[in-house]
Protein backbone atom coordinates (compact mmCIF):
# COMPACT_ATOMS: atom_id res chain seq x y z
CA UNK A 1 0.00 0.00 0.00
CA UNK A 2 1.37 3.22 -0.94
CA UNK A 3 1.90 6.23 1.75
CA UNK A 4 -0.23 8.83 2.17
CA UNK A 5 2.46 11.46 1.09
CA UNK A 6 3.88 9.42 -1.92
CA UNK A 7 -0.16 9.30 -3.22
CA UNK A 8 -0.20 13.23 -2.99
CA UNK A 9 -3.21 13.13 -1.79
CA UNK A 10 -2.67 15.73 1.11
CA UNK A 11 -0.56 17.99 -0.65
CA UNK A 12 -2.35 17.67 -4.54
CA UNK A 13 -1.70 20.51 -6.76
CA UNK A 14 -4.70 22.63 -5.38
CA UNK A 15 -2.96 23.38 -2.42
CA UNK A 16 0.29 23.14 -4.07
CA UNK A 17 -1.26 25.53 -6.31
CA UNK A 18 -2.50 27.61 -3.74
CA UNK A 19 0.75 27.61 -2.05
CA UNK A 20 2.62 29.49 -4.53
CA UNK A 21 -0.43 32.13 -4.79
CA UNK A 22 0.17 32.87 -0.75
CA UNK A 23 3.87 33.02 -1.76
CA UNK A 24 3.83 35.50 -4.98
CA UNK A 25 1.24 38.02 -3.20
CA UNK A 26 3.69 38.08 -0.25
CA UNK A 27 5.94 39.21 -3.14
CA UNK A 28 3.66 41.31 -4.44
CA UNK A 29 3.26 43.22 -1.26
CA UNK A 30 7.20 43.76 -0.51
CA UNK A 31 7.00 45.25 -4.07
CA UNK A 32 4.31 47.68 -3.16
CA UNK A 33 5.77 48.26 0.10
CA UNK A 34 9.13 48.89 -1.29
CA UNK A 35 7.75 51.36 -3.56
CA UNK A 36 5.68 53.25 -0.74
CA UNK A 37 8.49 53.37 1.54
CA UNK A 38 10.29 55.58 -1.85
CA UNK A 39 7.91 57.91 -2.92
CA UNK A 40 9.55 60.98 -1.48
CA UNK A 41 12.84 60.05 -2.89
CA UNK A 42 13.51 62.27 -5.25
CA UNK A 43 14.34 60.54 -8.95
CA UNK A 44 12.59 57.28 -7.29
CA UNK A 45 10.91 55.70 -10.15
CA UNK A 46 8.35 52.72 -8.84
CA UNK A 47 8.93 48.95 -9.37
CA UNK A 48 6.66 47.16 -11.61
CA UNK A 49 6.05 43.42 -10.25
CA UNK A 50 5.45 41.63 -12.87
CA UNK A 51 8.09 43.54 -15.36
CA UNK A 52 10.62 43.13 -12.95
CA UNK A 53 9.43 38.68 -12.63
CA UNK A 54 9.23 38.66 -16.12
CA UNK A 55 13.16 40.21 -16.00
CA UNK A 56 14.22 38.17 -13.46
CA UNK A 57 12.67 34.69 -15.30
CA UNK A 58 14.30 35.42 -18.54
CA UNK A 59 16.99 32.61 -18.93
CA UNK A 60 18.73 35.04 -21.09
CA UNK A 61 19.02 37.82 -18.36
CA UNK A 62 21.97 38.46 -16.48
CA UNK A 63 21.70 38.60 -13.09
CA UNK A 64 23.41 42.32 -13.09
CA UNK A 65 20.94 43.04 -15.83
CA UNK A 66 17.65 42.42 -13.51
CA UNK A 67 19.13 44.02 -10.78
CA UNK A 68 19.19 47.41 -12.48
CA UNK A 69 16.29 49.44 -11.84
CA UNK A 70 14.43 49.82 -15.42
CA UNK A 71 11.88 52.23 -16.44
CA UNK A 72 8.58 51.54 -15.86
CA UNK A 73 7.07 50.11 -19.09
CA UNK A 74 4.18 52.11 -18.49
CA UNK A 75 4.70 55.30 -19.34
CA UNK A 76 2.26 56.92 -17.19
CA UNK A 77 3.72 55.48 -14.06
CA UNK A 78 7.11 56.96 -13.52
CA UNK A 79 6.26 58.41 -10.29
CA UNK A 80 4.63 56.71 -7.12
CA UNK A 81 0.78 56.74 -7.34
CA UNK A 82 0.06 56.35 -3.31
CA UNK A 83 -3.89 55.56 -3.74
CA UNK A 84 -2.69 52.59 -6.06
CA UNK A 85 0.12 51.16 -3.82
CA UNK A 86 -2.36 51.29 -0.84
CA UNK A 87 -5.11 49.71 -2.94
CA UNK A 88 -2.44 46.63 -4.59
CA UNK A 89 -1.94 46.91 -0.38
CA UNK A 90 -5.25 45.59 0.57
CA UNK A 91 -6.17 43.92 -2.77
CA UNK A 92 -2.93 41.74 -1.93
CA UNK A 93 -4.08 41.49 1.80
CA UNK A 94 -7.70 40.51 1.08
CA UNK A 95 -6.18 37.46 -1.54
CA UNK A 96 -3.89 36.18 0.87
CA UNK A 97 -6.61 35.83 3.69
CA UNK A 98 -8.35 34.03 1.05
CA UNK A 99 -6.12 31.83 0.12
CA UNK A 100 -4.87 30.91 3.87
CA UNK A 101 -8.42 30.42 4.88
CA UNK A 102 -9.54 28.09 2.10
CA UNK A 103 -6.15 26.09 2.67
CA UNK A 104 -7.00 25.81 6.42
CA UNK A 105 -10.40 24.37 5.50
CA UNK A 106 -8.89 21.66 3.22
CA UNK A 107 -6.53 20.76 5.84
CA UNK A 108 -9.51 20.16 8.15
CA UNK A 109 -11.36 18.39 5.38
CA UNK A 110 -8.35 15.71 4.89
CA UNK A 111 -8.06 15.37 8.31
CA UNK A 112 -11.32 14.86 9.06
CA UNK A 113 -11.10 11.99 6.05
CA UNK A 114 -7.70 10.49 7.47
CA UNK A 115 -9.61 10.17 10.83
CA UNK A 116 -12.84 8.74 9.84
CA UNK A 117 -10.72 6.23 7.97
CA UNK A 118 -11.57 6.34 3.90
Known sequence: MAGLFSDNIIFDPTYNNMERAVKEAQLQSAVHSYNLANAAVPGFKPVQFYEE??????????????????????????????????????????????????????????????????
Open 53 to 118: LAIAKDKKAKKEEWLTPKEPRDPAYTKVDVQREIQALRDLAFRQKSLLRLMKIKESIEINIVRQGK
